[in-house]
Nanobody, 126 residues
Framework: QVQLVESGGGLVQAGGSLRLSCAAS????????MAWFRQAPGKAREFVTVIGGSDDRAYYEDSVKGRFTISRDNAKNTVYLQMNGLKPEDTAGYYCARKNPVVPGTPFSSALYTAWGQGTLVTVSS
C-alpha cells in the first residue's frame, strides 16, 4: 500500500515562492503518473499539474502555466512542485496523488487517482 506524504507548505507573500515535496513509500514509484491537485476553502478540488511515469511529460492547468513546475526524482521516490510568482488565488490545500495505471482516461480528473496524501496548506497573502 503506497503512502504519500506532502511537505513544504506555508505562508508566503504574493510574488513569493514555495517548493512542495511529496514522498512516496511502499510501492514502485517510477512507473506511476503523479499529479498535484488543490482545494481552496468552499471550492471543489481542482487539477494543478501532472507528470508521466514513463516519459516525465508534464501538463499544467492554465492558471499556473509559466509559474509552477512539476518534477520527480525517482531515486528518492519524490515528486516536487516548484511554485513561483504565487498569487492570493493560489491559496489552497495542495495534494499529491498517484494515478491508477489500469484506469483509462486523461490524467486531469481526480477520479482516476487512487492514492492521495494528506495535503499541505499554502497560504498566499496579498
Amino acid at each position: 500500500q503506497v503512502q504519500l506524504v506532502e511537505s513544504g507548505g506555508g505562508l508566503v507573500q504574493a510574488g513569493g515562492s514555495l517548493r512542495l515535496s511529496c514522498a512516496a513509500s511502499g510501492s514502485t514509484f517510477n512507473s506511476y503518473t503523479m499529479a498535484w491537485f488543490r482545494q481552496a476553502p468552499g471550492k471543489a478540488r481542482e487539477f494543478v499539474t501532472v507528470i508521466g511515469g514513463s516519459d516525465d511529460r508534464a501538463y499544467y492547468e492554465d492558471s499556473v502555466k509559466g509559474r509552477f513546475t512539476i518534477s520527480r526524482d525517482n531515486a528518492k521516490n519524490t515528486v516536487y512542485l516548484q511554485m513561483n510568482g504565487l498569487k492570493p488565488e493560489d491559496t489552497a490545500g495542495y495534494y499529491c496523488a498517484r494515478k491508477n495505471p489500469v484506469v483509462p482516461g486523461t490524467p486531469f480528473s481526480s477520479a482516476l487517482y487512487t492514492a492521495w496524501g494528506q495535503g499541505t496548506l499554502v497560504t498566499v497573502s496579498s
